[in-house]
């Protein structure tokens, strides 16, 4: 098994263009598999992390309700914001400056093959990054990504995820609200979830910006562990070594 993973800050990139990335890396894993399960032969898979900041973009997942976005076509245009109806799953979600979005794309055959703990370990990783400015990030029930004040008037999401996955193979990911316009989530139902509010980690913490390079440090650093994973050579080379 190869649980080396090659970590990759595309910084701020094009949706479509992290989309099409992701697929070709996606889609090149699963060719893999499928030639060695064909030729019975067995040539290690490789594991992706890709950290990436899009511009202002609204996301709906296979499964989602085209009427949670509040906007129509020329008031996206106005909002400078784009429009992708994708293959993850979960609803509608926003992607825009100042939040850090993550696309683990791994061979859970690697790892272990279970997609309700790949979903859990991604959340316990982001709560381990919230606890370390103090903050205590949760699980709520039936709602994946990671929340603040679960079972108050005040539950507001903090970090949304949705993922794909075929043949033990993954794609999409977590986006998490660091410096966030929180402004933006007010065109649409977040994650389809009505009555419940989004948050950002600066509005958090009270303070206008917080360090995102410190995030994505600390990120890493959980996921690594909770995947007992090593850097690639690749990523040993790069600014993450």
Known sequence: ?????????????????????????FKSIIAA????KREEVHVETSNYFLLVEHSHVYTLGKSGDFSNLLLNEEQLSKKGAFFYKINRGGDITYHGPGQIVGYPILDLEN??????????????????TLAEYGIEGQRSAG???????????????????GVRASRWVTM???????????????????????????????????????DEA?????LLKHFMALFEAVPSQETKQSQFA
């Open 172 to 210: 999409h990911g977590f986006a998490f609200n660091v410096n966030t316009d929180l402004g933006y989530f007010d065109n649409i139902v977040p994650c389809g979830i009505r009555g419940k509010a989004v948050t950002s980690l600066n509005v958090e913490l009270g303070v206008e910006k917080v």
């Open 1 to 25: 098994m190869n649980k080396t993973i090659d970590i990759q800050d595309l910084g701020h990139k094009d949706y479509k263009e992290t989309w099409d990335y992701q697929e070709e890396l």
């Open 143 to 161: 709602e994946t990504g990671v929340w603040l004040g679960v079972g108050t008037p005040f539950a507001r999401k903090i970090c949304a995820m």
């Open 214 to 218: 410190q995030i994505k440090t600390k």
């Open 111 to 128: 790892f272990f093959t279970d997609i309700h703990k790949y979903l859990r370990l991604l959340e316990e990783m982001v709560i381990l």
């Open 33 to 36: 598999k499928v030639k060695n």
